[in-house]
Structure formats: structure tokens, C-alpha cells
């Protein structure tokens, strides 16, 4: 239980931290720049892709789910509030349709959009190396939102597959918030590296004219030809992907 | 690959006829106290669930439900806690080499009850109101309008684009494309599929755009309904009763704690 205590203080601090951002981004009218005509009619079309193409992952058996590429489409080129929005309002639409037990994860999907948006705001959104960082940093935030809400709603362990590498964790006898911790992060990177990746693809085949229309479709310039950045931002990811793998996952869940 | 596009069972019922916000603030005077007062509340509040159940007159298709998405998730997720959870020291029986203990399922019995509370809510709320009405309401009461407009036009598209799918899989299946061999072939197979699902929708955006624009999408002048829901006084006695259940009940939380 003390567990359970300590992770709802820390939902409410973010809860706050939220609020907070949401009233600076409504007064500076950041907000409302992201949200055009163009911006809410790609919203639905947006959400029907995400939901339509988890369903042909589903027809080919794939170990992904890749059901947030519409969210992360609408991030990087309307902008995070978009996304965040895109995101909400997919998992609500879920529940309508398919399975109440989609509502409480709305929070997860929002930040999905919300991280590409921003991701794609300080330019992480033009190559496919910084895609892949893009999605790497995607995967954490749904990482660090997502299992808080496990915990507290789901008990931890849910009716999905990854519950058994929760459960095997328990067993060697790893605390529930260092399982679920482990169990999201090695199951996350890999779909939102991917979602990322398909996204981007997409981007690609649009035209400039086309992606113009919508409130940030300069975040979606793709740079090409530039070969000696690209490596060295490789190299960085590598480094740090191995740097996070050895010393922070342990340090996280040893407790 | 099919979705029904929504729960909603068109029936004469005194559920049916209540305004949508009092359903959906009987989801949340469900759902808020099952979380949050004590934990002895969890479990009893299955009682105004199937009560509201039976008011609804649509004890079928809950029960269908349940048997379909609710029981299968819950008792999965009841023996997997049970099991699985490290707490507790009254052993009550050992299974291969772990321990269930009296502990672990009392706390895995609590978060199945909190699901199939916060499930079951949405489900009553779903299936005995329309989402159009729903959304009409709320409008109506100060939402965005746009809000509404991305909920009705996702359930509109989604069944369009859902025939799209089909029939891109069937296209690109009859061409030859590897649905279902090897690892390798089945991720290469997700381009072909989602690239001509992705950008045919796309495309139509542009034009869906200037048609709303040309409507009045953006005015922000007061917009007239369609459709009328009506608001009772029964409505907001049994919305204030429902407030003050939460309130009694957080207040238990405090008080017994």
C-alpha cells in the first residue's frame, strides 16, 4: 500500500505541474495557434488511422501495436497540444467502441502526442536518426506516465501479455514499482521507435505544399545529405542507449 | 476486422430517458468512491451497478459484455496477482513454487472489484446512451463544439476506412504480398498495407477542411441543436443525490482513517 500512497502524491504533483503548463500555453496563446480547420478535421482521420492500423498489426502477428501513428503524425505537424489532444480523444474513442477499459489510459496516449510535438518543435523530427531518438524519448515518457497508472488502477499486473515478464520479475524479487518500471521499458521502445519511424515514412511522401497547410508544417522539413551529423548523432544515441541500459536501469529498479 | 461503431441499444427505458451528463455523473459517482473511500466500498458498489443494469432494461447485452471483455480480463488478472503479488505472510496454499497468500488476493480482489466497477459504469453509460447525444449534451453545456465534431466525424470515418483496409489487404494480398509466412516478410508487408490506407485519407483532409470552413466551423457565434436532450428536474435531484454520495463517501475515507 505504501507504494500505491507514494505514486498518488507523485500523480498529483504532475497532475499540477500539467495544469500549470496548460494555463501558460492558453494565456500565451500557444495553444490556440495549433488548432487551425486544418488541425481538427486531421484530428478524427488521425485517430481512425491509429486505430485501423492496429488492426492490420493484429492481421500480421507483429510483437508491436503501432496504434499511435496518427497520434504522432498530428504532433509533429499541428503541434504537441494537437497531439496530446489526438491522443486523449483516441483512447476515449476506443472505449467507446471497443473497450471502457481504455479510459484510464488517456494520459499515456496525451504524452505520446505531446513528446512528439515537442521532439519535433526543437527539430528531433528531420532525419531518421533523430527519428529514432524521437521515438526513444516517446517510449520514456510512456514509460514514466504509464506505469503510475498500471500500478494504481491495474494493480500492476493487467490481462496483457507483458503482465508475465512483470510477474517473472516479482519472482526474483524485485519491488512491483521496479517490475513494471523494467516490463514497460523493455516493452515500449521498441513500438514507439517503430510507430516513430512509420510516421516519418509518411511525412516523407507528403508534399511541402500540402504539409504547409497545417500550423507547424515546417517541423517536418526533411533535411537529406547530411551524412557527418547524422553519424555522430548515431554514435551519440548508441552511447547513450548503452550508458542508460547499465547504469540507470539498475539504479532504478535495485531498490 | 470488424467494430461495432458503438454500444448504444435503442430501448424505451427510464435509463434512456435520463439526460446523458447524469449518466456519466453516475459513472463517476461510481468510479470515484471505488478508487478512493475505503476499500470495503469497492465490492458493495456492484449493487447500484446492477441496479442501473436492470433500469436500463439491458441486462442482455451487459451480460454479453461482460462475458466477453470484463470476466475474462478480470479473473486473468485476479489469479496472476494472487499468484504473482510478493506480499502477505498467511500462506494459504502453494502453487509449484509460489506462495498465495491470504494478503495478495485480498489486494488483487480489491483491484478486480475497482475494474469491474470503473468498467462497468462506462459500459451502463455507453450502452443506453447515444454518443451523438452524449456529445450534444455536453456541447450544449459549454464544451467546444469541436470537441464534438472529432468524436461523431472518428465514428463516421472509422467504418470507411476500416472497408479501405479490407479491401487493401485484399488487393495487395492478390498481388502476391506475404501476409502470413516468416517474420521478415510479415514486417515488410506493413508499408504496402498502411502507405496507400494512409495517404488515400490524407488526400481527403484538405477538401474535408474548406467544405466545414465554408460552414461556419469557425464562427464563434452561439450555434443552434439539432438535436433537443432534455433536462428534467428528476435529472438534477438524482445528480445532486449522486454528489453527495461522493462527498459522504471520501468524507467516510477521512473519518475512518
Known amino acids: ?255 | 476486422m470488424s467494430l461495432d461503431r458503438s454500444f448504444f441499444v435503442p430501448l424505451e427505458s427510464p435509463l434512456h430517458r435520463l439526460n446523458p451528463l447524469t449518466k456519466l455523473t453516475f459513472a463517476f459517482a461510481m468510479i470515484i468512491p471505488a478508487f478512493l473511500s475505503v476499500p470495503r466500498l469497492a465490492p458493495a458498489l456492484v449493487i447500484p451497478i446492477f441496479i442501473a443494469v436492470f433500469a436500463g432494461k439491458v441486462q442482455k447485452q451487459y451480460l454479453n459484455l461482460s462475458l466477453k471483455l470484463i470476466l475474462p480480463a478480470i479473473l486473468f488478472m485476479f489469479v496472476m496477482q494472487s499468484v504473482f503479488l510478493p506480499i502477505g505472510e498467511t500462506v494459504i496454499f502453494q502453487l509449484g513454487r509460489f506462495d498465495v497468500t491470504q494478503e495478495a488476493m485480498q489486494t488483487a480482489f480489491l483491484t478486480i472489484s475497482r475494474i469491474f466497477v470503473m468498467v462497468s459504469s462506462f459500459a451502463i453509460l455507453l450502452l443506453t446512451t447515444h454518443p451523438g447525444e452524449l456529445m450534444s449534451d455536453l456541447t450544449r453545456r459549454g464544451l467546444p463544439p469541436q470537441f464534438a465534431y472529432v468524436i461523431n466525424s472518428t465514428l463516421q470515418i472509422l467504418p470507411q476506412m476500416q472497408a479501405k483496409a479490407q479491401t487493401i489487404l485484399s488487393a495487395q494480398r492478390s498481388r502476391g504480398l506475404d501476409t502470413e509466412s516468416t517474420f521478415l516478410k510479415r514486417v515488410g508487408a506493413v508499408v504496402p498495407l498502411v502507405g496507400p490506407l494512409v495517404f488515400g485519407s490524407l488526400v481527403e483532409v484538405e477538401e474535408r477542411a474548406i467544405a466545414i470552413e465554408a460552414r461556419g466551423f469557425t464562427s464563434t457565434r452561439p450555434k443552434t441543436f439539432l438535436r433537443d436532450v432534455p433536462d428534467t428536474r428528476t435529472d438534477k435531484i438524482i445528480r445532486w443525490l449522486l454528489l453527495v454520495f461522493v462527498i459522504l463517501s471520501l468524507g467516510g475515507r477521512i473519518w475512518l482513517s
Open chain 1, 1 to 255: 500500500m505504501e507504494v500505491i500512497t507514494q505514486n498518488a502524491v507523485y500523480f498529483v504533483v504532475v497532475l499540477a505541474l500539467m495544469a500549470l503548463l496548460f494555463v501558460w500555453a492558453y494565456l500565451t496563446g500557444r495553444m490556440q495557434k495549433e488548432f487551425s480547420t486544418m488541425t481538427w478535421v486531421l484530428i478524427p482521420v488521425a485517430i481512425a488511422i491509429n486505430l485501423t492500423i492496429g488492426q492490420i498489426v493484429l492481421v500480421l502477428k507483429l510483437p508491436v501495436y503501432l496504434d499511435s501513428i496518427g497520434t504522432v503524425l498530428v504532433g509533429v505537424i499541428c503541434g504537441p497540444w494537437a497531439g496530446a489532444l489526438t491522443g486523449a480523444l483516441a483512447n476515449i474513442i476506443a472505449g467507446i467502441i471497443l473497450d471502457p477499459g481504455w479510459f484510464p489510459w488517456f494520459p499515456v496516449a496525451a504524452v505520446i502526442g505531446a513528446t512528439a510535438g515537442v521532439m519535433a518543435n526543437i527539430g528531433y523530427f528531420k532525419t531518421w536518426w533523430k527519428v529514432v531518438v524521437t521515438g526513444f524519448v516517446i517510449a520514456i515518457m510512456a514509460t514514466i506516465v504509464g506505469t503510475p497508472i498500471s500500478i494504481i488502477i491495474f494493480g500492476g499486473i493487467s490481462a496483457s501479455g507483458s503482465s508475465l515478464i512483470t510477474a517473472f520479475l516479482l519472482e526474483t524479487g524485485r519491488s512491483l514499482l521496479a517490475a513494471v518500471l523494467t516490463t514497460n521499458f523493455i516493452a515500449e521502445p521498441l513500438d514507439k521507435i517503430a510507430t516513430s519511424l512509420l510516421a516519418f515514412a509518411i511525412i516523407d511522401g507528403l508534399s511541402t505544399r500540402y504539409l504547409s497547410r497545417f500550423p507547424r508544417g515546417e517541423n517536418a522539413a526533411v533535411e537529406k545529405g547530411q551524412k557527418q551529423t547524422e553519424l555522430i548523432i548515431a554514435l551519440v544515441v548508441v552511447v547513450l542507449l548503452i550508458l542508460f541500459g547499465v547504469y540507470i536501469l539498475p539504479g532504478i529498479t535495485g531498490g
